[in-house]
């Protein structure tokens, strides 16, 4: 992961620690009514990809198991982890583009309901993703990947020769003659694997987007439903479709891309749909992003204009987010796919101990004050979400005391303990284990290798039941004590 330059050392700390007395009256752990969304807490688990589903994306045991865990720290709310609305072939990404998924959703949202004394509602993020191939092998690339076109033969001056003698010579040329021959796609795909964008309407499946994903995900939406799941979180942000409408490189000019009011058109056809599906009494929100943190990309008065957009056709909540975009990932190595976290905005999104004077805590409160004020001073009450290096409960009662959000989100605290939020509830404060922002979990997402936790993964594996990482090296979940 790239870090700021100064790499100075940050270390979460408890800061004051409640009484059960205080934990009781506090704004955190008060209830929060809106419409549908009906919270016991104001505390809320963002949506992590644990990759403990199968090969085909079904649930299994380790996912149940990973759920229950978190549910047992009793959070207002778990947002599942990004889970793909198509019927195509994924990886261990967990899905529900089919009615097979059903019946392995329904056994995650009993355990998050039984397992919280249901205390804690169950949604799940909605996602939807381009292609994005892994980085080739020059040779492979050159002798079967790439498409050969007369633009290579005129710059080889090889008018009417075969493809074959075209790739032997693009194959002899070092590699600036090389990039002098290709074009800025062909040359990406080399160095980094093709990716596929939303702007890419010659292909017919991506020209089709608009028809193709309120349907989707409306499908999607109503499978959730059947699973039990209290509501959905459709993804807008970071590196994947929805988001890639939404960003200011999306220059379409089928009247789905280029302005504001043009970029948000299909994300708000997406939610008229699933909107549709589910109707009012179901939770319907989503996750976008404050500021992509990419040059060129979408700014805070993008977001207030989606924001504003969302809430008045009718979201249920709105849950902030910032950066993990593609544009500006490293190049991955060879056989390995470009990973969205890997750049300033990957840092921006899950900013890790090393830092600059901002530090890793809060980066993403000042824009998410910005967004909810706008909301508010129009006369909307869509609770806010916020979420990015929050740790402790001074730091979450003052994101509320201060009007920032509503509801306050915290992923990698609770996967460094699952337990922490009841244990701040019941005056237990000094028992949380403190997470340490080193991004050991995002290291593992980065390999899609199944995410645990350094402070607890080695300790008591050999408990009898613990269940273990497929190389065998690891405990999936936390420690009951912990
Ligand atoms: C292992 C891992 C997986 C993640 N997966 C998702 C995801 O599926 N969807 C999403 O919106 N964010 C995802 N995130 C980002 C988190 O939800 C969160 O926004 C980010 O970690 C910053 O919050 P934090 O500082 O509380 O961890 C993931 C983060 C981690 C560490």
Redesign the pocket.
Known sequence: MWQPPQRLAFKATPGRIPTREEAAASRLFSPLSHGPLQLTSRTWV?????WRADADGHVTDAVVEWYARLAEGQPGAIVI??TGIRDVPSGPLLRIGHDRYVAGLRKVTEAIHRHSDGRTRAYV?L?DFLVVKRRPLRASFLERFLRITDRHRAALAMAGADDNAVRARLAALDDAALQAVLDAREWEALQKGARERVTDVDLPHIRDLPLLLPGLFAGAAQRAREAGFDGVEL?Y??AYTMASFLSATNTRADGYGGSVAERARLPLEVYAAVRAAVSANYVVGC?MLSEECIEGGSGIDDAVFFALEFARAGMDFLSF?RG?KFDDAKQPKVGDAVYPYTGVSGYE???SYLSDEQG?FGRNLEPTRALREALRDDGLATPVVA?????NFEQAERVLAEGIADIV???????ADPGWWKKLREGRGAKVRQ?E?K?Y??G??QKHKE?SCQLWDRVGLDEPGVMRSRDGKRRLVAPEDW
């Open positions: 963002p949506a992590m990809v644990p982890e990004a993020q996602i993804h942000a970071h996750r987010s993990g999104c899950m900013p890793p979420a990015g290096g929050i740790h989100g915290s992923a990698r605290q609770s996967l997470c922002y991004n979990c995002e593992l997402d995410v």
